[in-house]
């Protein structure tokens, strides 16, 4: 009965095991932060670069961590505003679809940086997201996303950051 048990548990982590890869991304968001202040919002195009890592631990959940790079500052009434920076790390549940078509969820926290012509800001908050993956081959995966990087007030400015990333992971 032993050998029975311990055969069924390995062959439970082979599976997983099968599953489980790593991957490296790289992506482009088409980010907007809005600042609004006073009943006034003013919405500014900040586009940014990003590079992820990530583990799936199994075909259901897996973990992720991404820096993001400012692509491009907007401008508006006189006020430059730029995502100069980010880090995020997620929890990925994810639901396969078919052998090449995943939906997953993305939950975790980000560290952003915003830069403006009146000070630079950098703040931590509750980050979240969902998107569809597409495996080419064994090798590249491509996928689109909605990600909400940033929701948050600060001395009666409200920010939101959100925005959708176009990208491609290697796999591993």
């Known amino acids: 009965m032993k050998k029975a048990i311990l055969a069924a548990g390995f062959g439970v982590f082979m599976a997983q095991a099968a599953v489980a890869e790593?991957?490296?991304?790289l992506s482009y968001a088409f980010f907007e932060t809005e600042l609004e202040s006073g009943?006034?919002?003013?919405?500014?195009?900040?586009?940014?670069?990003?590079?992820?890592i990530g583990h799936q631990f199994n075909e259901n959940l897996g973990a992720e961590f991404r820096v993001g790079l400012g692509a491009d500052e907007d401008s508006s009434f006189g006020l430059d505003v730029e995502v100069s920076d980010y880090f995020a790390l997620y929890l990925k549940p994810?639901?396969?679809?078919?052998?090449?078509?995943?939906?997953?969820?993305?939950?975790?926290?980000?560290?952003?940086?915003?830069?403006?012509?009146?000070?630079?800001?950098?703040?931590?908050?509750?980050?979240y997201g969902f998107g569809f993956s597409a495996d080419a081959n064994s090798e590249v995966s491509f996928f689109a996303e909605y990600v909400s990087l940033y929701d948050d007030s600060d001395?009666?400015?409200?920010v939101e950051i959100n925005g959708f990333n176009l990208g491609v992971a290697f796999l591993f």
């Open 22 to 25: 790593s991957y490296l991304g």
């Open 39 to 52: 009943g006034i919002s003013v919405d500014f195009d900040t586009p940014t670069i990003q590079f992820a």
């Open 94 to 127: 994810t639901l396969p679809l078919s052998d090449t078509l995943s939906l997953y969820a993305l939950l975790g926290v980000a560290k952003t940086t915003v830069d403006t012509s009146f000070g630079d800001d950098d703040d931590s908050d509750i980050s």
């Open 155 to 158: 001395d009666g400015v409200d």
